[in-house]
């Protein structure tokens, strides 16, 4: 699902550079002078966590854009775009929230996504590969998918939740690089971090930050069903498993990564901890379970 992995990927470079400016700025010096001070560590993990979060989610419209080159319809320039529009704007009404954004970026994979700050300043695009693949039945079941995630805020929601696991991320990568600096400077009566502190708990904070993506995983996966019911309401139950069955039925190699999949891919393991989408089967099968 490509809006999830370009706010994630956002998120973890925007927690880098903040993290490394508290160091330059002496932050970490301050908290652990005289012992680690664990509230004041959990605040300051709270205001750069989610305000990592956050600024990734101001960014996200402007980087989905950058990313793909995607083109904002402004002024339909053939019937095709006039229908995209028309259909979104019908489905944003219907779902009641201000018109997003409609784009179109040029991949051969069927893929879209929708992302924004709100609810009333989302962004909606589709790849021309999926305008070429896909027919307009199994096009508007999948503008209401994504026409759903920006109405059930699946975009605030989740940068509240990656707020929540950044604070944890940042708290207990310092709290390890302290305990393994303390116990590197066990016979040191230096105060203050060393230089072990920086090196553990940055190294912590990365491998952290990997590991608490798989919750954020199974939040998108649980969002997904969601997304495919509400779709289903907007432009039909038979449309929205059509077009599910449409991408399944499809064996076009990809550009993207396989995570960044607009609709969902099949995995197991343990590569199906950290899969932003369920796979499609079970997606069929919960919407024809509900029919």
Partial sequence: MKR???????????????????????????LTANGLNLPMLLGFAAV????????????????????????????????????????????AQAAGIGMPEVAIYDAPDMNAFATGMSRNEALVAVSTGLLHNMNEAEVEAVLAHEVTHVANGDMVTLTLI???????????????????????????????????????SMIAEVVLGVLASVIVAWF??????????????????????AALQRLQQAHMPSQLPSEMAAFGISGGGVARLFMSHPPLEERIAALQARR
């Fill in 4 to 30: 999830i992995v370009l706010f994630l990927a956002t998120n973890l470079a925007i927690l880098f550079v903040l993290s490394i400016t508290a160091r330059i700025l002496g932050v970490d010096r301050f």
């Fill in 48 to 91: 750069i966590g989610f305000g990592g979060s956050f600024i990734s989610l101001a960014m996200s419209k402007w980087m989905a854009k950058m990313s793909t080159g995607a083109r904002v319809i402004e002024q339909p320039r053939n019937a095709t775009e006039r229908w995209l529009v028309d259909t979104v704007a019908r489905q």
């Fill in 162 to 200: 990656q707020g929540v696991v950044n604070t944890f991320v940042i708290f207990l990568a310092r709290v390890i690089g302290y305990a393994v600096d303390s116990f590197l400077r066990r016979d040191n009566e230096s105060s203050g971090p060393g230089i072990g502190y920086f090196v553990v």
């Fill in 220 to 241: 998108s996966r649980q969002r997904e069903f969601r997304a495919d019911e509400g779709g289903a309401r907007l432009a039909g139950s038979h449309k929205m498993v």
